[in-house]
């Protein structure tokens, strides 16, 4: 049974532990996965409503600076 390094206290357990004997964390390894998901999906929103918000608001105000030049 491999032993790894626990993301929260550092403390060597079993890759199959649901929890971690020494810090007690819940699920120690699917928490990383957990947050990169999230993280990745608060971005992929604001690259979105960036995009969203340039195409409704910014493009139409350079259309209309260039039919003025």
């Not at 390094?5 to 357990?13: A, E, M």
């Not at 890759?15 to 810090?23: E, G, L, Q, V, Y």
Request: proline share 9%; hydrophobic share 45%; net charge positive.
């Amino acid at each position: 049974m491999p032993l790894v390094q626990c993301p929260i206290c550092d403390k060597s357990i079993s890759k199959r532990a649901h929890t971690c004997p020494n810090c007690g964390e819940p699920d120690p390894f699917n928490s990383r996965v957990k947050s990169k998901v999230l993280t990745t999906i608060l971005w992929i929103a604001a690259i979105v409503g960036g995009v969203y918000l340039f195409w409704v608001y910014g493009l139409p105000m350079l259309i209309d600076l260039a039919h003025k030049l």
